[in-house]
C-alpha cells in the first residue's frame, strides 16, 4: 500500500485507529489534550511512552482478565507501519465492541473529586468520611463510571446504578451483568497495580478504564492502561496530604493553560520539554527501564 490509501477510521483526540481486516492498529500520537481540547504543540516521544506504558501492564494483568494486544512490534503490521513514525507508538490489537462507559477508580481524593467533596461531602453520589484532607488516600479505592463522550463534548459522572440502566438499554438483558463486571475488574485492576506502583516510588491517585466485548462475548481490557493520559501519578516521596501534588503527567500543562488565559491553545517549549521529562521520568520509575 502506497502512504496515501491508508486512513484512520477513527481519530481521536490523541489516538489513531487504523482497521487491519480481523485486528486494528492503534497509534498514540504525540498531540497532547487538556481540558478535551487538542493543543497546538506536539510532545515527542508522549505516544512512545504511551503504548509501552500500556502494554506494560497489559502483561501484567493477564492473570485478572485478557486485554486487546496482539504485538507492539511493527514487523507483525501491515508495511505501511515499518516507518519511522510508527515504531514504538503502535499496538497491533483485537476487535473489540466496546462498552460505553469509563470506568475511573478513584484512590485518593484530588480534582474534580476534592472539589465536590467540599460542597457536598460526596463523590458521585458516594458519600465519604467526613474530614478528609485534599489528595487524602480513600479508606478503599471507590469506583465512579462516567459516559464515554463523543469529542467535543464532556463525558458526564453517572452512579453505578446509572451505568446499569445505561449498559441495559444498549445491551438488553446484561445491564446488570456488564455493570458489576467492569466495576469489579476496574477496582481488581486498580488494587493491584497502584500496590506494584507505590512499591516503585509511584501514587496512582486514580485512573480510568475502558473494556469491550470480544467475539465470544467475554469482556476485554482495551484502549490504553495506566498511562499518564488516562491516569494521575505522584511521587511517593514528598507525599503530603492538605493540598495537590507535584505530578507525572500533564499538569505542568494543564497549570500553565489555566495560568495563562490569553493561551491560544499552546505552550511555550520549556513546558513542553518538562512535560515529557515526566512521562519518560514515570516510565523509568514503573519498568525500570530507560524507553528504547
Known sequence: MSVQ???PIKEGKVREIYDNGDSLIMVATDRISCFDVILKNEVTKKGTVLTQMSKFWF??????LPN????VEVKDMPEYFRQAGFDG????????????VECIVRGYITGSGWASYQKTGKVCGIRLPEGLKESAQLPEPIYTPS????IGDHDENISYEESVAYLEKRFPGKGEEYASKLRDYSLMLYKKCAEYALGRGIIIADTKFEFGLDEKGNIVIGDEMLTPDSSRF??????EPGHSQPSFDKQFARDWLKANKDHDWTLPQEIVDKTIE???QAYRLLTGSELA
Request: net charge negative; aromatic share 8%; charged share 30%.
Open 89 to 100: 507508538n503502535s499496538m497491533l490489537c483485537k476487535k473489540l465492541d466496546m462498552l460505553p
Open 147 to 150: 459516559t464515554k463522550a463523543e
Open 5 to 7: 490509501e491508508l486512513k
Open 234 to 239: 505522584w511521587p511517593a516521596e514528598g507525599y
Open 68 to 71: 486487546h494486544m496482539i504485538s
Open 59 to 64: 502483561d501484567m494483568t493477564e492473570d485478572i
Open 278 to 280: 515526566k512521562y519518560l
